[in-house]
T-cell receptor, first 114, second 113 residues
Framework: EPEVTQTPSHQVTQMGQEVILRCVPI?????FYWYRQILGQKVEFLVS????????KSEIFDDQFSVERPDGSNFTLKIRSTKLEDSAMYFC????????????FGSGTQLSVL | QKEVEQNSGPLSVPEGAIASLNCTYS??????FFWYRQYSGKSPELIMS????GDKEDGRFTAQLNKASQYVSLLIRDSQPSDSATYLC?????????????FGKGTHLIIQP
């Protein structure tokens, strides 16, 4: 199975600090996504990214969030000023070109905001 | 507002029996339906996808879709302890592509040895 790699696996930060979560899809992935899952709750869609721009974003994805793919490889999620309620597992996901419906999830980054 | 509803469980099934997981969705234009398995602390893993009414079988897994009733289910035959996990139902709009999936909260399945 193709792998989507996420770093770091755990991130602890102070409230108000900026964090950047990183994802490395494999080369033939076409669409990229960020999801989050607060402990004990459902997986929630944040944003999708295609052709170097945001395609869709949810209500959760406010001005504190941004995404980019600066070098054509890494796909990043930045949270500018973290809040306690941003504590969650953040999953990167990607679709490959051949089986467009199949979504590959990364292993996730556990973000803890103190 | 797209909603996907699942019974959170836990659903306890004896080893070797059939586990039946259910999901309903609110958006009638939903076109693609997925079942993901998620072990505790891990990422979701796709196990089945289904797009048209009826049954789709893959090994021990069968997905069933009824668009008129807005209902999708997953059957796991010959349940194994390793099937113990949370099963997430997810739906997508027509065209898929860049649109994000809407997930249900998941059903926690426990297979009793």
């Amino acid at each position: 199975e193709p792998e989507v790699t996420q770093t770091p696996s755990h991130q602890v930060t102070q409230m108000g600090q900026e964090v950047i979560l990183r994802c490395v899809p494999i080369s033939n992935h076409l669409y990229f996504y960020w999801y989050r899952q607060i402990l004990g709750q459902k997986v929630e869609f944040l944003v999708s990214f295609y052709n170097n721009e945001i395609s869709e974003k949810s209500e959760i994805f406010d001005d504190q969030f941004s995404v980019e793919r600066p070098d054509g490889s890494n796909f990043t999620l930045k949270i500018r000023s973290t809040k306690l309620e941003d504590s969650a597992m953040y999953f990167c996901a990607a679709r490959d070109r051949e089986t467009n419906e199949k979504l590959f999830f990364g292993s996730g980054t556990q973000l803890s905001v103190l | 507002q797209k909603e996907v509803e699942q019974n959170s469980g836990p659903l306890s099934v004896p080893e070797g029996a059939i586990a039946s997981l259910n999901c309903t969705y609110s958006d009638r234009v939903s076109q693609s339906f997925f079942w993901y398995r998620q072990y505790s602390g891990k990422s979701p893993e796709l196990i089945m996808s289904i797009y048209s009414n009826g049954d789709k079988e893959d090994g021990r897994f069968t997905a069933q879709l009824n668009k008129a009733s807005q209902y999708v289910s997953l059957l796991i035959r010959d349940s194994q302890p390793s099937d113990s996990a949370t099963y997430l139902c997810a739906v997508n709009k027509p065209g898929g592509g860049a649109d994000g999936l809407t997930f249900g909260k998941g059903t926690h399945l426990i297979i009793q040895p």
